[in-house]
């Protein structure tokens, strides 16, 4: 069954999927944002249920769409974990970053705040993942002449001070980004990933 088409026509827009665990369901959570010249961006949220097979806008009152955050639309994916959709954002007045997550079970959106490490970094710089089922977070630096991808990881879902620096990677060999299937890696030994490459060598030949 292909999935219909969404209601909302829009040039800026995010989405996230995920699984809904309370109504065992799938779903696509799409946030649109409408750029006008005098006045501030409008903001509409519709989400796809897979058991109910068609898109439905989002209520107003707590559900909607807090107005006093931005995330970014550069082409950074959100992640999924623990029932919710993360997305790298900011404060508007402040820029401080923070990640904005949508409850797929109550609809709701949530924030979580970021250690004070982490206070210069835009959401054009950042993005959420998952490594080794923890939520983490990719913030790009560029502090010529070096450039280099920091990982962070949260050690306990929804504690801030557990927010921990995991790794640094090296990005001025022309690596350009951190791709979620590499963070695997970052978790095994340099020579047990050189043993694997190898073998595989040994039985192409």
Known sequence: ???????????????G?????????????????FYRTTEAPTTRIEVYSLNAGSWKMSS???NSYPVEIT????????SYLEGAVHFAANMCNSNDPLILLFD??????????????MVSVSTEEMSTSVFGGLLSLLCYKDAAPNQYCLI??????????SWCKQFTVDLSGGI??????????????????????????????
């Open 17 to 33: 999927f995920g699984f809904d665990p309370r109504n065992n369901d799938y779903k696509v959570v799409r946030i649109v944002n």
């Open 1 to 15: 069954m292909a999935m219909p088409k969404p209601r909302i026509k829009a040039a800026f827009h995010c989405h």
């Open 176 to 205: 350009t980004k951190v791709l979620e299937e590499n963070l695997v890696l970052l978790n095994k030994p340099n020579d047990a990933f050189s043993r694997r490459q190898v073998s595989r060598k040994r039985k192409d030949r």
């Open 104 to 117: 797929l079970s109550d609809e709701v959106f949530q924030t979580m705040m970021l250690p004070n490490g």
């Open 60 to 62: 107003t009152g707590r």
């Open 71 to 78: 995330i970014g639309y550069t082409g950074r994916f959100p």
């Open 152 to 161: 962070w990881i949260m050690k306990e879902y929804g504690v801030v001070d």
